[in-house]
Every structure is written in structure tokens, then in C-alpha cells.
């Protein structure tokens, strides 16, 4: 499988990863600029200068620069890269093999393959799978090292908070979207009488098979005047201020799956099925109530000697001990230790995925076998589940995170630009 098939941001990553050949066949490498207490090498430059190449070449509307140019461009920001991982050296953060797996496997996804065929592909054009993987791992360094030293800089308050959902942008996010499928009895501008007469009746009738359990899509293609009869009537997401005022009441109280009876327009008569819907005031989340005890391997704990002590507390729980003692004793979780293991009520995409997965196939009550994520070794309990209607609290954390997000962009580039004051630097030439 040819990489060229594979998409571009996937391609930026993996061509970063180019086999440094000179690297490796010379002992000695020229220094193309010092940081700090660390070097750029001259190997690195010609590498990523190699990428950004062949970057600028496949978008055929843009030149390359002059040679100088374009080489003091991609040192600068070497240097600034190097600067960065130093700051995330200093600061202990690290990428366990455990989320980079993670994340080359969404990589691999996006491109609709599994991680062995992805790799496949990589060594089918060349390129070098381990440093692949370790580049990719430096690029989320580069993410987590600037969300660390960024948001700490950036404050949300409620009086913006508010602003924005009463801004032109904010009422957007707030309308509902509906996937919709129609079916359409037209009528002519000068309809007459007997002409609405008999499309209601069709209207009525087609309703009617609805109800029996006739398909809407099979319908629609069979009998629906509409443009996209042939689709099935299928309408894709529309939010209520994209659809006449008649139709958009006709399904701002149907749930997914339900359909409306017929409705009339200047243009005839409408069926409408709402597929499934976004957004809006009223947002019924599926939750969870879980707690959990949680092992990581530490300084005077390996990774035996917690897996042997997750495992036993295992089997502790299932001869009756107190789930809550067992955490408030051993949990290396603080914040839920202290609370019995108690992690309140969650919600799809709160945890990371290996703790989901656990979770939703767990019963009320059950108590999960040890199972590892990132994080290392959990034992998890669900305690209930709800419905929960959290449509103002997440249209908040949408404002917040919206204006979190613009902050973050603003401020990043003080950041930078602070940090590379701070540096001392010393190109070579």
C-alpha cells in the first residue's frame, strides 16, 4: 500500500521520521546551532529541510523559497522545538510506550488500516517504523509540554462565559440539529382545491404505512416528489433556522426515530423522520456512577510487584472485603482514594478508553478484573446509571472551552516567543 494513498497530516508526521543515513554511517556530526546545553545537528536541518521540501512541492500553486531562506526558517524553528523539550525534560513530563501506542493506532485508523498494516506500509516505502514511532512520540511532547506551560497562563471567567452565549456565535451552538429524511407530495404555485384535496389524502395514506412499519426510505424513493426521492428522502443535518418555521415545529419535539404527520407547505406536504439529533437546550446524556482503585508502579514498586498486589487486592474484594476500605488504603488515585475510590458520575469520553471499555460492559455491581491503561493497573466498580439532561452545562463547557481555545492561541505565541528570549542560542555556521 503506497503511502502517497495514506492522508497528509499522517504523511508530515512519518516523512519527519526519514531515516537519518548520514547519521548513522558518520561518527562525527556538525553542530548547526547550540540551546542552551543542547545542539541542533547539522542532520537534523537537512532532514527536516528534506520534509519541508516536499511539502511546499506537493502544494503546486506555492514556490519555494530562496535556499538561505528557507533553511533559516526550518533552524528557527528546530531551535524553538529544542527549547520546548528541553522545558518538558525539566518538567518530567514523559510519553509512556502506552499512549504512544494509543496514538499510532488512531493514526493507523484514520487511515483505515490496523496498526500491522500501517506499519507495513511505512517499511513498504522506506521508511524506518521505530523512528516513525519516535517522532511521533516527540510531536506529543511538543503538544503536552505547551497545553502544560500555556493554560496555566489562561483564565475562563463566568461574566465570558455568559458574553458568549449571548453572542451571534453562541445562539448558533445553541440550535439543535436534526438529520432529517422527507417525503414530499408537491404542489403546483396555483394549486386548486381538489389538487391539495388529493395530496393530503396521499399524505394521510403514505402516514398511515408508516404506522403499519413500512420503511421511510422505502417510501420515500417509491412515492416522494422530492429531489432526493431516490436517496430515500435524505435530507442530512439541518438546524431548525435552516427549515421553514411549519417544519422546524413539526420536529423540535420528536425524539430519534420518530416521525411527524404530514405537514403543509406553499410547497405541498411533508413527511419528515428525524434521524438522530445534536446539540440544542436539552441534551439527555447516558451516565455512569463508578469507582475504582488504581496501582502505579513507583519508585519502590515494580511492575511485577504491582501487578501481584492489584491481583491480590482482586481477590480480597471478591471474598467480601470493603471496596471503599481497599481504596481509601492502597489506591494510588489521591483524589478518589480519600473518597472510597468514588469517581462520581461519568459520561463517554470523560475516561481514557481502556477504562470505558471496562466500564460499559461492566453490570451494576460488578466488580471488574485488574485491567492497565497509562495510568497503570485499575480495579473498577459500577455503582449505577442515569439519564441526565446536561444541555446548559455542556452548552457552558462548550462557551468555556471555545473561548479557552482562542486564549490558547493568543497566548501560545507569547509563550514562544518569551521562552526563546529566555534560551541562550548560537548558530553555526
Known amino acids: 500500500m503506497a503511502l502517497s494513498k495514506l492522508r497528509q497530516p499522517l504523511l508530515a508526521l512519518v516523512l519527519l521520521a526519514t531515516p537519518l543515513a548520514s547519521l548513522q554511517a558518520e561518527v562525527l556530526d556538525r553542530i548547526a546551532a547550540v540551546v542552551n546545553e543542547d545542539i541542533v545537528l547539522e542532520s537534523e536541518l537537512e532532514q527536516r529541510l528534506t520534509l519541508v521540501r516536499q511539502q511546499i512541492t506537493a502544494r503546486e500553486e506555492t514556490r519555494l523559497p530562496p535556499e538561505d531562506v528557507l533553511r533559516q526558517q526550518v533552524l528557527d524553528r528546530l531551535i524553538l522545538e529544542n527549547i520546548q523539550l528541553q522545558l518538558a525534560e525539566r518538567q518530567g513530563i514523559r510519553v509512556p510506550d502506552l499512549q504512544l501506542n494509543e496514538a499510532m493506532n488512531r493514526i493507523a485508523a484514520q487511515n483505515n488500516m490496523t ?172 451516565q455512569t456512577k463508578v469507582r475504582h482503585i488504581l496501582l502505579t508502579p513507583n519508585e519502590i514498586r515494580n511492575d511485577d510487584q504491582t501487578r501481584r498486589l492489584i491481583n491480590n487486592l482482586y481477590q480480597r474484594l471478591r471474598e467480601g472485603q470493603p471496596f471503599d476500605d481497599l481504596a481509601r488504603r492502597y489506591s494510588d488515585d489521591p483524589a478518589s482514594g480519600s473518597q472510597g475510590g468514588d469517581l462520581g458520575w461519568t459520561q463517554d469520553g470523560q475516561m481514557v478508553p481502556e477504562f470505558e471499555q471496562v466500564m460499559n460492559r461492566s453490570g451494576k455491581g ?64
Open 115 to 286: 496498526l500491522a498494516q500501517f506499519r507495513e506500509a511505512l517499511i513498504a516505502e522506506g521508511q524506518n517504523y521505530a523512528q516513525a514511532r519516535e517522532q511521533i512520540r516527540r510531536e506529543i511532547l511538543l503538544t503536552q509540554v505547551q497545553q502544560s506551560s500555556v493554560n496555566r497562563r489562561i483564565s475562563v471567567s463566568e461574566q465570558e462565559i455568559q458574553s458568549f452565549l449571548e453572542s451571534e456565535l453562541g445562539q448558533q451552538q445553541v440550535q439543535a440539529e436534526y438529520q432529517l429524511r422527507n417525503i414530499l407530495f408537491a404542489l403546483p404555485e396555483n394549486a386548486t382545491p381538489e389538487m391539495i384535496r388529493k395530496a393530503e389524502e396521499k399524505a394521510k395514506d403514505a402516514h398511515a404505512q408508516l404506522e403499519q412499519g413500512t420503511s421511510f426510505a422505502e417510501l420515500a424513493i417509491a412515492i416522494s416528489n422530492a429531489p432526493n426521492a431516490l436517496q430515500g428522502g435524505e435530507l442530512g443535518w439541518r438546524r431548525e433556522t435552516e427549515l421553514p418555521e411549519t417544519l422546524a415545529n413539526a420536529i423540535n419535539k420528536l425524539s430519534p426515530g420518530e416521525y411527524s404527520r404530514p405537514v403543509r407547505t406553499p410547497g405541498g406536504f411533508h413527511l419528515l423522520l428525524v434521524e438522530d439529533k445534536r446539540g440544542g437546550k436539552v441534551q439527555l446524556v447516558e
Open 366 to 429: 460488578e466488580i471488574s478484573e485488574p485491567f492497565e491503561s497509562r495510568f497503570g493497573w485499575h480495579i473498577l466498580q459500577v455503582q449505577d446509571y442515569r439519564t441526565q439532561d446536561l444541555g446548559e452545562e455542556m452548552l457552558e463547557s462548550q462557551a468555556r472551552n471555545s473561548i479557552r481555545q482562542r486564549k490558547f492561541n493568543e497566548e501560545l505565541g507569547n509563550w514562544l516567543r518569551e521562552i526563546r528570549s529566555q534560551a541562550y542560542i548560537e548558530r553555526k555556521n
